[in-house]
């Protein structure tokens, strides 16, 4: 199993920043791919970001040239950058880990972008 603890949400503001990052209770060296996803009120929950074991990664058109996912091996942690924030990035945010195949989630961080 893992767990994920995700940190860094909040309030931001439009053409901000804010930076999200996840804690896995294992190394993550040992998970298939990490991600970030977001689900604003009203809507499915959506890709934003992934980075597989490999290192390569995936950003949503959304969020291309303003998110940036990556990750610190030595901490088995992976974070998100946001910069450029705009309202329509206001969800929560959840961390995602496949291991084993199977889907890990984090507790969701709220953030919160205002105009």
């Known amino acids: 199993q893992v767990q994920l603890v995700e940190s860094g949400g909040g309030l931001g503001q439009a053409g901000g920043s804010l930076r999200l990052s996840c804690s896995a209770s294992?190394?993550?060296?040992?998970?298939?791919?990490m991600g970030w996803y977001r689900q604003a009120p009203g809507k499915q929950r959506e890709l934003v970001a992934q980075?597989?074991?490999?290192?390569?990664?995936i950003h949503a058109d959304s969020v291309k040239g303003r998110f940036t996912i990556s990750r610190d091996v030595a901490k088995n942690t992976v974070y998100l950058q946001m910069n450029s924030l705009k309202p329509e990035d206001t969800a929560v945010y959840y961390c995602?880990?496949?291991?084993?195949?199977?889907?890990?989630w984090g507790q969701g961080t709220q953030v919160t972008v205002s105009s």
């Open positions: 294992r190394t993550i060296f040992s998970i298939n791919a």
């Open positions: 995602n880990a496949i291991y084993l195949a199977q889907d890990y």
């Open positions: 980075i597989t074991l490999g290192g390569s990664t």
